[in-house]
Structures are given as structure tokens and as C-alpha cells.
């Protein structure tokens, strides 16, 4: 459901393609009645979330100061500093699902304070909240179509084993970075299918167009800001943590996360006309297998890919106003009625088989409709 206060060219459109493997079926598995209570949003949810990634933020960066500076209080470099740099910056993958929350403003039920959250949690990452709702509406009202933004980030799987392996050793090493941040000022990628590349500020309301614009700014500040504050108080030495314990993971560690999220989430799909097929919900809790390896592994990729619920992409292309609590309760429900038969719902293990998988013709069944 769509926020009734969202004017044209701000809102997020439920995905309500006739076409499609069960797609009105799903739609109407649950009742106004039965949906209300999964839109609600509960704020002290939400505020818990937020600082339980802080939390462990600001835990590996006590770790990594402690190991990372000696007794005569300069930096020195222990192999042990590798631990707070992998843990930060699955973290501030972390922190960008809540960003996420807040662009589609689930994050606080007081719009003032959405956005503030979410504006300071995205600044912290380089990412301006603000521009990001403005992409990310395109791509929930044009799922795999022309507009679509992120077509250029996950189309065209499987490319093969070395293909992705490839780019994820460009992204750890912070070779790809500038892309994920020239994407998060409002610039995707070229879309090899159109040959064009989305400006997404193009297609939206002048509000909307005006508070990504100031945004931006704000993040350029918050990134020069924090490190001059840093070095007028600690000198070089808080430079140099600052760029270790935060840069240095937002520019490596982040980045093959993003990345392999978003094939997770639209890799590798064969049916474009429903986001039932057009999407992916990984599982992370229990496995379809009932293997125990299986459920290790799901575990796993809840820790590592999908903090915050964010693995149950199926259903938040579905109703996009669930806020991220409520998606596995959602999961359960559309399950129980037989909705999500043939959707893509799969294991990490299945997941990671079918995007990793070689490079082989796409066989795309239906196009995707207005």
C-alpha cells in the first residue's frame, strides 16, 4: 500500500502486473483487514534496530582502536585490526538496509524524523538518502523494465564463474566504489540491454528533486567534517583510524556485499513479468532442504548479505509498505496461503548455484508490462 499522503512522482507502486506466475493470486491472498496490521509501523522496533548496528559499530571500533594503537599512543598495524575492518563494514551494510527503510519512510512513523534518521544514517556510509528514494522508486515502479535503474547492477545473470568472481575481487579491492557512490548521487550505471544510462532525478517531484539536492551536500560535508574534526582532536593518528576503521571498509568490505546482494535479490531470474519471478526472497532462517548445512548456511548469509530482514525481497516487491519487521510474519501468511508457490524462495545455497552459475543463454519467458 501506498502512503496516501504521497503525491505523483513520489510514490512506491505496489507491484500489480496482471501477468505473471500467480501474481494477482498473491495479491489476493491477504485482505485490507489482514495487511494493516503488517503496514503498522512500530517505532521502538525501529529505534532498536538502529542502535543495536550502532551498537556493534561502535564495539569493533573500540576493538580496532584498542589493537590498533600501541602503549607509546601511536598507530601502529596488527594483523587483529582485519577483525573490526570486516565486522564494520558488514555493519555498514547494515546501515544501509535502515537507509533503505527510511527511503521508503518505514523508518519512523513521524515523516521529520524518518528522514533525519535516515539522512544521517546514510551520510555516514557516502550514500544521500535522499537521492537513493528517488532511484529506488524507479526501480520498485519499473522492475526490470527500461527505467529500471538497477538493471545495469544485476541483469544479465548468469555471466559465468569468473565473471562474478571477477567483479567481487574489483569491489573488495575498492576498485568499483566510485560506481556505488556515482549511483547513490543520482548516476547508475549504463543499462547494456537500453545503452542508457537512468537520471533518475528527471523523473520525480521538484520536493523530492530539492531535498536530494541538498543532500548531497550534506554527505559531501559529513565526509570532509568528520576527519578535520578527527585531526584538529587527535592529530594524525585519529586520521589514520578514521581511515582504517571506517573509509578503508566502506570502500572494500561494503562493496562485494552490496553487490552480491543485489544478484541474490534479481540474478539470474527467468520470468520478468511478476515479482513473484522477477525477485528473490533467500531464506535465513531453516532451510527448504532441511539440510543442516543448508541451515548453517542460511545463517550465515543472514549475518553476512541480509541484516534486517532484507533477504525477503520477494514480499517487499509485493507491498513495499511493510516495514522490514514484519516482512517474515508477511512470508509466513503468504506461504500458509499458497501465494508464494513458484515464487523464487530458494536456500543461499540454491541462490548462489544459479547466480554463480556459467554463462548460458537468458531465457526470459514474459516481459515485464506497465
Not at 45 to 71: D, E, H, N, Y
Not at 199 to 211: E, N
Amino acid at each position: 500500500m501506498n502512503s496516501p499522503a504521497a503525491p505523483r512522482g513520489e510514490e512506491f507502486r505496489d507491484d500489480t502486473r496482471a501477468p505473471g506466475s500467480g501474481n494477482a493470486a498473491a495479491r489476493r491472498a491477504l485482505s485490507a483487514a489482514e495487511l494493516a496490521p503488517l503496514t503498522a509501523l512500530h517505532d521502538g522496533r525501529s529505534l532498536a534496530a538502529v542502535a543495536v548496528t550502532f551498537g556493534v559499530i561502535a564495539a569493533a571500533v573500540g576493538f580496532g582502536v584498542g589493537v590498533g594503537i600501541s602503549a607509546g599512543n601511536s598507530v601502529g598495524f596488527s594483523p587483529w585490526l582485519l577483525l573490526p575492518v570486516v565486522v564494520i563494514g558488514i555493519q555498514q551494510h547494515a546501515l544501509f538496509i535502515l537507509a533503505h527503510e527510511a527511503a521508503h519512510y518505514r523508518l519512523h512513523s513521524r515523516r521529520a524524523v524518518n528522514d533525519a534518521l535516515g539522512r544521517f544514517i546514510g551520510m555516514a556510509g557516502g550514500v544521500s538518502m535522499c537521492t537513493y528514494r528517488v532511484t529506488h522508486r524507479l526501480h520498485h515502479n519499473n522492475l526490470y523494465g527500461p527505467e529500471d535503474p538497477d538493471t545495469a547492477i544485476h541483469g544479465g545473470y548468469p555471466r559465468g564463474v569468473g565473471y562474478l568472481w571477477k567483479k567481487l575481487l574489483q569491489d573488495l579491492a575498492g576498485l568499483n566504489a566510485w560506481k556505488t557512490y556515482a549511483y547513490f548521487f543520482g548516476a547508475p550505471a549504463l543499462n547494456e540491454a537500453t545503452q542508457k544510462a537512468p537520471r533518475p532525478l528527471d523523473d520525480t517531484s521538484p520536493q523530492l528533486r530539492r531535498a536530494a539536492r541538498r543532500d548531497r551536500f550534506g554527505v559531501l560535508a559529513f565526509h570532509l567534517g568528520v576527519p578535520l574534526l578527527l585531526g584538529l582532536t587527535y592529530g594524525s593518528r585519529g586520521l589514520l583510524l578514521y581511515g582504517l576503521l571506517w573509509l578503508l571498509p566502506l570502500l572494500t568490505v561494503l562493496q562485494p556485499i552490496l553487490r552480491l546482494r543485489a544478484v541474490c535479490e534479481h540474478g539470474a531470474v527467468t520470468d520478468l513479468a511478476s515479482p513473484l519471478t522477477a525477485a528473490r526472497t533467500t531464506l535465513t532462517t531453516g532451510s527448504r532442504s532441511g539440510r543442516a548445512s543448508d541451515r548453517l548456511l542460511n545463517l550465515l548469509g543472514r549475518a553476512v548479505l541480509f541484516p534486517h530482514h532484507v533477504n525477503h525481497h520477494v514480499e517487499h516487491h509485493l507491498y513495499p509498505a511493510v516495514p522490514h519487521y514484519h516482512l517474515p510474519r508477511l512470508h509466513r501468511l503468504l506461504q500458509a496461503r499458497g501465494a508464494l508457490a513458484g515464487a523464487e524462495v530458494r536456500d543461499l545455497r540454491e541462490t548462489l548455484k544459479i547466480v554463480f552459475a556459467a554463462r548460458r543463454p537468458r531465457l526470459v519467458t514474459t516481459q515485464p508490462t506497465a
